[in-house]
């Protein structure tokens, strides 16, 4: 069932609709046209680190997680590693009082490995293997969102003491996004209808190491209309109620995911988190109050919005063509390996030079990256100084989440490092690949 929003239920906040910027917090001008990011400038930073190099601005992601942690006082707010997730990234959001949504082993390797409070991770997956729970559990992950009958009894034999669980709902609410990240409909791979719900929590109960907590969803990412938000939480909460009704079993526990979103190119709206805390707040409580519900303990789970704009991805200018079509290519020495966003979705983001004094003359250009693929074009209708040339550096904004966690290295091009910045230092996170790494993996002839 899948159904949209009705009116009562949109967004009418007090705030007018604000314009977002797509750039860090920190970012200043530089001189020169330089661009100053935590401090430190960007033409520095591409001389020492190279390029492609992702750079994170710490003061940002920290004050995303205020911002967020401020507007929901009584929410367990839960950052979605799979956005970015490094150890540094770990220590932040353990020291911001966040909690963790994680994915993978991996994922958990890295929490683990910073000792960030195993009671405060929630495991996801639509397919975890038997080698995610077996991690997971001996890390004492504080949650498993359920998202098969199937997986019960495998997370209650590999259960070695009494594990909390959730299950993961199908709201059915088609949020407004692209189609490849909405995940609230009923033609998707993640979580169970309202039958399937049904049949997984009275399998819970019949487990004795498996505790039934509750219910989880999560509609998609860069959800364009928050009402979607509120939406999925009545429709997860009458869920709740059906449950009680029929298996007597009381849902304490409502993770209602991530899925908030970001501006990418000036013009995007920003979203603000503090009026839509209060309308989730109210409508939580409303509709708890009218299904004679207790209220349950909110979790939810933001990823881009803690970690996108913290994001700057430097490249260099290796050529610039004109087309027969007339357009001029500005092709980079990164691309599709490091942002695979602008093809899989034709995302748009916002690029500028930087260390060129201001030109008087400008011309609309296409970036191209390096990659065989005639779709590695990473951004259309950018404005940059008509003598653009080789060497010269770009920055694009908006890089911080699902980029370095999505990169590949396709054609065996090394990916790039990620470099944080803050009070006028800059300290390597994640190294660069090599092409020693490139040729390590490959182990025979
Ligand atoms: C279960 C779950 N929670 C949270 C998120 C984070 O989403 P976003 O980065 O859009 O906030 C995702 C990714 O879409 C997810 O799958
Ligand atoms: N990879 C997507 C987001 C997926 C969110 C995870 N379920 C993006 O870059 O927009």
Known sequence: ?????????????????????????????????????????????????????????????????????????????????????????????????????????????????????????????????????????????????????????????????????????????????????????????????????????????????????????????????????????????ELARALRDELGVETTDLDLGGGYPVPYVVGDIAFDVAPFADQLRRTVQDTCARLRLPVPRLTIEPGRAIAARAGVTLYRVVSVKRSAGGRTFVAVDGGFGDNPRAEMYGARYTVRSVGRPASSRHEIVTIVGRYCEAGDVLAEDILLPADIHPGDLLAVACTGAYHHSMASSYNLVPRPPVVAVRDETSRLLVRRETDVDMRCRDVGL
């Open 1 to 237: 069932m899948t159904t949209t929003v009705p009116p009562e239920a949109r967004i009418t906040g007090p705030s007018p609709r604000r314009l977002g910027s797509p750039w860090p917090l920190t970012a200043r001008q530089g001189v020169g046209g330089d661009l100053v990011v935590g401090g430190v400038s960007l033409v520095e930073l591409a001389g020492r680190y190279g390029t492609p190099t992702y750079v994170v601005d710490e003061v940002d992601v920290r004050t995303r997680c205020r911002t967020f942690r401020g507007a929901f006082p009584d929410v367990e707010v839960a950052y979605a590693g799979k956005a970015f997730l490094s150890r540094a990234m770990a220590t932040w959001m353990a020291e911001e009082g966040m909690s963790l949504d994680l994915c993978s082993a991996g994922e958990v390797g890295v929490a683990e490995s910073v000792g960030f409070p195993a009671e405060r991770t929630i495991l996801h997956g639509n397919a975890k293997t038997v080698a995610d729970l077996e991690v997971a559990l001996s890390y004492g992950v504080g949650r498993i969102v359920l998202d098969s009958a199937s997986e019960v009894a495998r997370v209650s034999v590999l259960a070695q003491r009494p594990q909390r669980v959730l299950i993961r709902v199908i709201p059915g609410v088609d949020a407004h996004t692209h189609p490849a990240i909405a995940t609230g409909s009923e033609d998707q791979k993640f979580g169970l209808r309202p039958g399937g719900v049904r049949e997984a929590v009275r399998r819970v109960l019949e487990q004795p190491q498996l505790v039934y907590a509750g219910l989880h969803c999560h509609i998609g990412s860069q959800v364009g209309d928050p009402s979607d938000f509120l939406l999925a939480a009545r429709r997860v909460l």
